[in-house]
C-alpha cells in the first residue's frame, strides 16, 4: 500500500443540495473496503500460520511425552537389573 492509501479522504461537499459529492464518498469507500481487504487477508494468513504452529506444537510435545516414556522405562530397567544384581550370592 502507498502512502496515500493512509491518508484520510478529502471530502468536498456540493454546492447545491449540501452533503459529499458522491465520488469522494465512493473513493473513500473503495479505499476503507481495500484496507479491510488487506486486513483479512493478513488474518487469514496468521491464521493459517497459527494452525501449522499448533500443529508443530502437538507434534513436538508428542514426542517429549515419547522420550518421557522412554526414560521411565529404561530407568524401571535399570532399577530391576540392579535389584536382581543385589539378590545374587556374593553381592
Known amino acids: 500500500m502507498t502512502d496515500s492509501a493512509h491518508e484520510p ?3 468536498r461537499h ?8 458522491r465520488e469522494d464518498v465512493e473513493t473513500a469507500l473503495e479505499k476503507l473496503l481495500a484496507t ?3 486486513v483479512e487477508a493478513s488474518l487469514e494468513q496468521l ?7 499448533e500443529a508443530e506444537l502437538r507434534a513436538a510435545q508428542a514426542e517429549l511425552q ?5 526414560e521411565d522405562r529404561l530407568e524401571a530397567a535399570v532399577r530391576r537389573a ?4 543385589a539378590r545374587r550370592p556374593g553381592a
Do not use: K
Open 47 to 53: 491464521r493459517q500460520r497459527s494452525a501449522e504452529l
Open 66 to 70: 515419547a522420550y518421557h516414556a522412554r
Open 14 to 21: 456540493r454546492r447545491l443540495g449540501g452533503g459529499y459529492r
Open 82 to 85: 540392579e535389584g536382581v544384581l
Open 9 to 11: 479522504p478529502t471530502l
Open 36 to 38: 479491510v481487504r488487506t
